[in-house]
């Protein structure tokens, strides 16, 4: 599969790990969720793709839109120190704004993480009006967990 066929996938942490099992937290971890509410941007190689299907109980993941992907970077974009990521800072890395970078990133041609200076998560709040379902129970059974596709770009939204 090239670079171009890559789908770009949102996910985000939606339960704790108190009696997780070990595998489990250090997919986690290796995944750099470390907290609830908090989100990534990967692509849908094979082996991030069996990390998701290993922590699938405690995330919910889909592919972001480029409109969803702009938004959290502007919203919650943010560089080393805490800084909120700006157009100045995509002219820096070859991009001419903020929506280049996000098109970039949503189309495989760009791996967010791998951007200098950039910390690799993005922190959000719960969702407004709370989650729907449950965060026990998948999302094809009515709860929050697991893949979930298009839908995440509402969840996140409620979530920036």
């Known amino acids: 599969?090239?670079?171009?066929?890559?789908?770009?996938?949102?996910?985000?942490?939606?339960?704790?790990?108190?009696?997780?099992?070990?595998?489990a937290r250090e997919t986690l971890e290796m995944l750099r969720l470390s907290r609830c509410n908090h989100a990534i941007l990967i692509d849908d190689r094979p082996s991030y793709v069996g990390m998701l299907k290993r922590v699938q109980n405690y995330v919910t993941w889909g592919e972001i839109s480029k409109e969803t992907a702009t938004?959290?970077?502007?919203?919650?974009?943010?560089?080393?120190?805490?800084?909120?990521?700006?157009?100045?800072?995509?002219?820096?890395?070859?991009?001419?704004?903020?929506?280049?970078?996000?098109e970039a990133i949503v189309s495989g041609k760009l791996e967010y993480q791998k951007?200098?200076?950039i910390q690799p998560v993005f922190?959000?709040?719960?969702?407004?009006?709370?989650?729907?379902?449950?965060?026990?129970?998948?999302?094809?059974?009515?709860?929050?967990?697991?893949?979930r596709g298009e839908a995440i770009n509402a969840l996140i939204k409620r979530m920036i």
């Open 115 to 117: 951007l200098p200076d």
């Open 71 to 102: 938004l959290l970077l502007k919203k919650r974009g943010r560089l080393a120190g805490r800084k909120k990521l700006t157009d100045e800072y995509a002219r820096k890395v070859g991009y001419e704004s903020i929506d280049a970078l996000a």
């Open 1 to 23: 599969m090239t670079e171009q066929e890559r789908k770009c996938l949102a996910v985000v942490r939606v339960r704790g790990t108190i009696s997780a099992q070990r595998e």
């Open 123 to 147: 922190k959000l709040h719960p969702p407004s009006k709370g989650f729907k379902g449950t965060t026990k129970k998948s999302y094809n059974a009515g709860g929050e967990a697991g893949y």
